[in-house]
């Protein structure tokens, strides 16, 4: 390859889109945006499902990079095995860039495949300035108050996380015809070090909710836990899921796996409808990259009215029960 993008894929379970992560499919568009050569490498053992929606983007080729163990598979995920074929691939198509989405997994990996091979790993990007060496990374600093431009010294690769929203999944490009997949499995020299348990979010009270496509958030407006009955029937009505500010899962109300914000999860979906929510600044931090925001606040001079597409200044208890109304009655 020699120079070019090459974006490392991560599969997904539940709300994956044909088992990849959304984060990652949004990180190739983000790719696909700044044109160029532009590979996919997808660590671990890939599904033809997998395989085919890869193979269906605009892309040059799909690497599917498995590694086996003399003992046997290792089902799911695996940080040495990740590592191992990530590095392999990196050092023999030596890019100039590396893009991978910035989750669970990636905080893992990433920062091991950057010491094994000696890079810098600039992570939670939000977007890039210039080109060639001359490019700076864009990151949101002190809970996104500020915005420092990041530039690595020295010859690529350079390896990039890339915050979940910095690129919408609508944009995402298929190609004409499907690109070529190369498989090959790196043989691992012993036994697994780590034997990775269930995925915690197959939980029956957990929720990934950066996969949702349309989130219903409520804030301390919402007054008491019984009240949240009524955010829970609107989001029902658009299938969407509930999510939180911080304010409401602290009072117990909801779950902590429904936080939205910088000790919470960071979302962005489609529409994202924030009820009751002043808009902190930790909590914009976790949204404020959403397509479409709508905020229902009574104070016309909540922070959350400076993000949002569309705002609705006046009583939740009147506003949702209309829009239940409306969704009922279309
Ligand atoms: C280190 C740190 C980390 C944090 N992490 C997070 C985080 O991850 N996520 C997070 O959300 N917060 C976080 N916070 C807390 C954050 O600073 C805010 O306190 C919190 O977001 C406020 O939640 P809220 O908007 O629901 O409540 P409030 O700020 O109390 O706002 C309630 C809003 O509801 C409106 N309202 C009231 N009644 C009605 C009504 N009847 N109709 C319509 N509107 C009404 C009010 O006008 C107000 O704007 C963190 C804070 C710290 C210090």
Not at 25 to 46: D, N
Not at 120 to 141: F, K, M, P
Not at 187 to 209: C, F, K, T
């Amino acid at each position: 390859m020699s120079g070019g993008i090459l974006v490392i894929v991560e599969g997904a379970g539940e709300g994956g889109n044909a088992g990849i992560s959304r984060a990652s499919l949004e990180t190739v568009a983000y790719a696909q945006s700044l044109g160029g050569p532009l590979k996919l490498i997808l660590p671990g053992a890939a599904s033809p499902a997998q395989a085919d929606a890869l193979a269906a983007l605009a892309v040059d080729e799909v690497l599917l990079a498995d590694f086996a163990y003399p003992a046997g598979g290792v089902a799911g995920y695996d940080g040495d095995g990740y590592v191992a074929v990530l590095a392999e691939a990196i050092q023999r198509l030596a890019p100039d860039q590396v893009f991978l989405a910035h989750s669970y997994g990636a905080r893992d990996f990433a920062p091991r495949l950057a010491a094994r091979l000696n890079l810098t790993l600039v992570s939670d990007c939000i977007g890039q300035e210039g080109q060639g060496d001359a490019v700076a990374y864009l990151r949101q600093v002190f809970l996104g108050r500020a915005q420092a431009r990041v530039k690595v010294a020295g010859a690529g690769p350079r390896l990039v996380s890339v915050q979940a929203g910095v690129a919408r999944l609508e944009d995402l490009r298929r190609g004409a015809a499907p690109a070529p997949v190369s498989r090959s499995t790196l043989a691992m020299p012993a036994a697994p070090r780590v034997v990775a348990q269930a995925p915690i979010r197959e939980g029956e009270r957990s929720v990934d909710l950066s996969q949702a496509r349309i989130i219903v958030a409520v804030g301390r407006g919402i007054k008491t836990q019984e009240n949240i009955a009524l955010a829970k029937k609107l989001a029902d009505l658009l299938g969407a899921e509930l999510a939180a500010s911080r304010a409401v899962c602290d009072e117990g109300w909801l779950p902590i796996e429904r936080q939205v914000g910088s000790s919470g999860q960071t979302v962005a979906p489609a529409l994202y409808i924030a009820i009751g929510i002043s808009g902190a600044v930790q909590h914009l931090v976790g949204m404020k990259t959403s397509e479409t925001i709508v905020a229902i606040n009574k104070d016309a001079n909540a922070p959350i009215f400076k993000v949002a597409d569309y705002g609705i200044v006046g009583d939740l208890f009147q506003v949702v029960p209309a829009l239940i109304a409306a969704l009922e009655g279309a």
